[in-house]
């Protein structure tokens, strides 16, 4: 069995691109996955949530339960959290209960390293902040090689709010690992410079890159992130960053789009490309339960 911190998944920057080939491999074996992987014991996870969740909450939920593993989940407002217990303290709260592997979202960047430190059980980092979105990142490799096959050699940019993005930065080392150029896309105030590694190229003008990108993935804008007037002006946002239809037409036909969700439709993207014919969006969500199967698995040290 794994050593608690191997089995750990805090960031996408911790694992090898070995490790990251493994976790993609297993999750495309997940899908034939369709009896509980544990039906003669009963194993817990733990989902500790306080930030909103759709797709990772409930894909954990599809995951955990096809694998034959029953959840706890804290319901913040309704937990000891609202009297003043520590994140720590519930985590160890929950692991005390039977949880060996335990879910965690949080606004804090570090939470899920913390976690890692402090309990025995598994810790699966569910977004931290705006520092790492691991699961998320794995998620969108995982949908790009359904696409693709191999992503030596293809040119993928991630577009928008890249500042406030944890998914952009788990999704830049998922897709490295993998051998894909990387174009950050964004305003000049919505940029990191600090992400410009090996391999990683930082833009403004979309309208330029578009026709070389084999595929993009837009970022959704964070304004619960931003102070009020961070994002600028809305409509100067939209037309020159925006994902529409006269936008994608200068794209290779080839191009998939991708967004991590949830979208702002008529912002970010409009609803002509997020429901088109070169949108991946779903198959992204639906991605997200092998794939966390296949994180489950391994936080639980079944893999060898
Ligand atoms: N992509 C993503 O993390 O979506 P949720 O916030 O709905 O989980």
């Known amino acids: 069995m794994m050593k608690a911190a191997e089995r750990d998944l805090v960031e996408l920057s911790d694992l090898t691109a070995e490790s990251i080939h493994e976790i993609l491999e297993r ?5 034939q ?15 500790l949530f306080t930030e909103p969740s759709t797709r990772t909450v409930h894909s954990f939920r599809v995951a955990s339960a096809r ?4 959840v706890l989940e804290v319901q913040v407002g309704s937990s000891s959290l609202v009297k003043g217990e ?47 979105h691991p699961s998320q990142g794995l998620i969108d ?6 696409e693709f096959g191999d992503l030596q050699g293809k040119r993928i940019g991630i577009v928008g709010d890249v ?5 952009a930065r788990s999704d830049l080392i998922a897709f490295r ?22 391999g990683v190229l930082i833009e ?3 309208d330029a890159i578009v026709p070389q990108l084999d595929a993009i993935q837009m970022l959704r804008v964070q304004r619960e992130r931003m102070d009020q007037d961070h994002l600028g002006d809305i409509e100067d946002y939209i037309e020159s960053y925006q994902m529409n239809l006269d936008r994608l037409k200068r794209a290779q036909d080839s191009v998939v789009v991708l967004h991590p969700g949830p979208l702002n439709r008529g912002l970010e993207i409009t609803s002509e490309v997020a429901d088109g014919d070169r949108s991946r969006i779903f198959a992204q969500v639906a991605a997200g339960v092998p794939v966390r199967m296949a994180l489950l698995e391994r936080a639980f040290g079944k893999v060898e």
């Open 27 to 31: 999750a495309n074996a997940m899908c």
């Open 33 to 47: 996955q369709t009896y509980p992987l544990w039906s003669d014991d009963v194993r817990h996870v733990g989902l």
């Open 67 to 70: 694998l034959g593993v029953d």
């Open 86 to 132: 520590s994140l720590a303290d519930t985590a160890r709260t929950l692991e005390a209960i039977g949880a060996g592997v335990i879910v965690v979202r949080d606004r804090e960047d570090e939470t899920a390293r913390i976690l890692s430190q402090v309990c025995r059980a598994g810790i699966i980092n569910a977004g931290g902040g705006v520092r790492a």
């Open 141 to 146: 490799a995982y949908t790009l090689l359904e």
């Open 163 to 167: 500042l406030h993005s944890r998914v």
């Open 177 to 198: 690992a993998l051998g894909a150029e990387v174009i950050l896309v964004a305003p000049p105030h919505l940029q990191d410079h600090s992400l410009a590694v090996e």
């Open 204 to 206: 403004s003008d979309l």
